[in-house]
């Protein structure tokens, strides 16, 4: 009996340790910008992709028909700079990294039941 309000008490701190360090990072994420606390946290929730835009404009101002092919000579190097942009710069997300975390310790957690089988 006291084995299981310990494991439970221990789930209950872990949680509230949770709460607080979250708590603390969108005040500390509050704190860079202190006129605008919402645009640090959309940036968090959904992460600007200019690579993405670039090869976007790249590929409508390629297939423009025009007769002295301007547009497809901007056209190339824009596609080819977006997808520079877009391995240099990483667009992830609080989600991403959450995903991603939770991917690695499972696969960390079966590592570790073959160890121990």
Do not use: C
């Not at 969108?26 to 946290?41: G, T």
């Amino acid at each position: 009996m006291e084995d299981a309000l310990k494991h439970r008490l221990g789930k209950l701190r872990a949680y509230s340790d949770s709460a607080k360090r979250r708590a603390g990072l969108y005040s500390d994420i509050a704190k860079i910008h202190a006129h605008h606390p919402s645009q640090p946290l959309r940036a968090l929730q959904k992460a600007p992709a200019p690579g993405k835009k670039l090869q976007k404009i790249g590929f409508i101002l390629l297939w423009v028909p025009e007769p002295t092919f301007v547009t497809a000579a901007v056209g190339g190097p824009m596609i080819l700079a977006g997808r520079y942009m877009e391995k240099k710069y990483n667009s992830a997300t609080i989600a991403d990294v959450g995903n991603q975390t939770k991917e690695t310790m499972s696969s960390i957690n079966d590592f570790k039941s073959v160890l121990q089988s």
